[in-house]
């Protein structure tokens, strides 16, 4: 079993709708938990960073974390065509200082 | 500008030889990654080094070598020993602050075995 796990999607929305991205985790041990937007052919791009439970919003994206039940979300609003990427979900225990990934949800948003 | 250089964008490499990807930062991180990524997965880890002269398998380091002599730098190869060694690598650097970790990521080199 991955440590974390993520649908690969595709996931196809129509442009304005929101996008709702989700992620488990099975180590308790992950203490932060990161989102990147990965253009085709170029490095993931961090979007968002979480610690605690509870939510996080910057501008139309919104991460959520549940750490009782080790659910990882991320929801984008107002989805535009420029959203269209790859999504990876990661976290990351202090011990070892090394981030796990999640293999990704590619999104297309449709004009 | 500040950010994670990597070299070169392409690279081909014949059966048997060994290659060398390069990591650049200037960001002043302490800790660097490499990661591999196969077409539709995810990154795996292949070497981190969390100091200069001081580096640590990751989950998949048969075939791999780094070396971490400046902390600004921390190139890959890749060997002839590597079975299946077409892919996307990426290179990451990180720094610990007391609100927690981040990681960025360079812009990838993309070898291919011909």
């Known amino acids: 079993q991955k440590e974390v796990e993520q649908d690969p999607g595709p996931l196809s929305v129509p442009e304005g709708a929101i996008v709702s991205l989700n992620c488990t985790y099975s180590?308790?041990?992950?203490?932060?938990f990161m989102w990147y937007r990965q253009y085709s052919r170029k490095g993931p791009e961090l979007l968002m960073y979480t610690y605690s439970s509870g939510n996080k919003e910057d501008g139309r994206f919104t991460a959520q974390v549940d750490k009782s039940s080790k659910y990882i979300s991320l929801f984008i609003r107002d989805s535009q065509p420029s959203d269209s990427a790859t999504y990876l979900c990661?976290?990351?225990?202090?011990?070892?200082?090394?981030?796990?990934f999640g293999g990704g949800t590619r999104v297309l948003v449709k004009p | 500008d500040g950010g994670i250089t990597q070299s070169p964008k392409y690279l081909f490499r014949k059966e048997g030889q060994n290659v060398t990807l390069s990591c650049e930062q200037n960001l002043n991180h302490d800790a660097m990654y490499w990661y591999r990524q196969d077409p539709g997965q995810g990154l795996r880890l292949i070497y981190y080094s969390q100091i200069v002269n001081d580096f640590q398998k990751g989950d998949i380091a048969e075939g791999y070598s780094v070396s971490r002599e400046k902390k600004e730098s921390f190139p890959l190869t890749v060997t002839s020993a590597q079975k299946n060694p077409t892919a996307f690598y990426l290179c990451?650097?990180?720094?610990?602050?007391?609100?927690?970790?981040?990681?960025?990521f360079g812009e990838g080199s993309w070898l291919t075995v011909v």
């Open positions: 180590n308790s041990a992950f203490q932060y």
């Open positions: 990451a650097s990180s720094q610990t602050t007391s609100s927690g970790n981040t990681i960025y």
């Open positions: 990661a976290a990351f225990k202090a011990a070892g200082n090394k981030l796990t």
